[in-house]
């Protein structure tokens, strides 16, 4: 049984940092990345990384938002520094199955920056 465990989000300042992780379990895994809805908004990219490390990032997130993980532990992180307001979203980490292709989804992370 696949599962995803996110933590890390909360409520910041604009201007600071919050760092998401999310701990997956169950499958082999591809792709990993973080997503987020903001209300009203329909999902969108935030970051992607690859099992090679290769990485992808919106335009909105760029030199502020880095993704990493680490193979061994399963595990996917997001740094977020630099908050805005318009950072403000229910952040969901995503994996993709090596095999099978197919994807998971986390439950979702609250992130709150307040000007």
């Known amino acids: 049984q696949v599962q995803l465990v996110e933590s890390g989000g909360g409520l910041v300042q604009a201007g600071g940092s919050l760092n998401l992780s999310c701990a997956a379990s169950?499958?082999?895994?591809?792709?990993m990345g973080w997503y987020r809805q903001a209300p009203g908004s329909q999902r969108e990219l935030v970051a992607t990384?690859?099992?090679?490390?290769?990485?992808n990032y919106a335009d909105s997130v760029k030199g502020r938002f880095t993704i990493s993980r680490d193979n061994a532990k399963n595990t996917v992180s997001l740094q977020m520094n630099s908050l805005k307001p318009e950072d403000t979203a229910v952040y969901f980490c995503?994996?993709?199955?090596?095999?099978?292709?197919?994807?998971?989804w986390g439950q979702g992370t609250q992130v709150t920056v307040s000007s």
């Open positions: 995503r994996i993709t199955t090596w095999y099978t292709k197919y994807i998971y």
């Open positions: 169950g499958t082999v895994i591809n792709a």
């Open positions: 990384i690859t099992s090679g490390g290769t990485t």
